[in-house]
């Protein structure tokens, strides 16, 4: 659903709500148009995806990395998740959401590598000022629908 019919869909549900409104005993004054269109607005962006991203690095020896999308559109849908940090880019492959989520793992550790997360080395994240790894997620037309940064854990 594009964010034409998301907004459309948002007016809908304010005129439906006005209508329900006046149906009540209570009176109520009738939005104004920029109150309609700025509740429709807010409907718009509360539909937004959203993305976590958790990392953590141990003693030059170790890198792991989550990216968790929520709230994709479209739901189903096929995305690649991206990680930048002081050792460069990585770019997972591409996942099929279930439902409206998706997660990819990035791990230096040979053992969850083997169990699908996509490679990154020992020292790919490295303490730095501001966040230390930024995690986007891309759509299967490879636009950026959500960036997220994050501060490391670091043992």
Do not use: W, Y
């Amino acid at each position: 659903m594009n964010k034409l019919q998301l907004a459309h869909r948002g007016l809908a549900m304010v005129v439906l709500a006005g209508a329900l409104a006046a149906c009540s005993s209570e009176t109520t004054a009738p939005a104004s148009s920029t109150e309609q269109a700025t509740l429709a607005t807010a409907n718009v962006t509360s539909l937004a995806a959203t993305l976590r991203v958790r990392c953590e690095a141990r003693q030059n020896s170790r890198s792991k990395i989550s990216v968790d999308g929520n709230n994709l559109s479209p739901r189903n849908g096929r995305f690649r998740a991206r990680v930048r940090a002081a050792g460069g880019s990585v770019t997972s492959g591409t996942r099929r959401a279930v439902g409206a989520e998706v997660e990819f793992d990035f791990d230096s550790g040979r053992g969850n590598i083997a169990r699908g997360a996509s490679q990154i080395p020992a020292r790919f994240i490295v303490a730095r000022s501001g966040p230390d790894v930024i995690g986007e997620l891309l759509n299967a037309q490879g636009r950026v629908v959500a960036r997220q940064g994050a501060e490391c854990r670091f043992r």
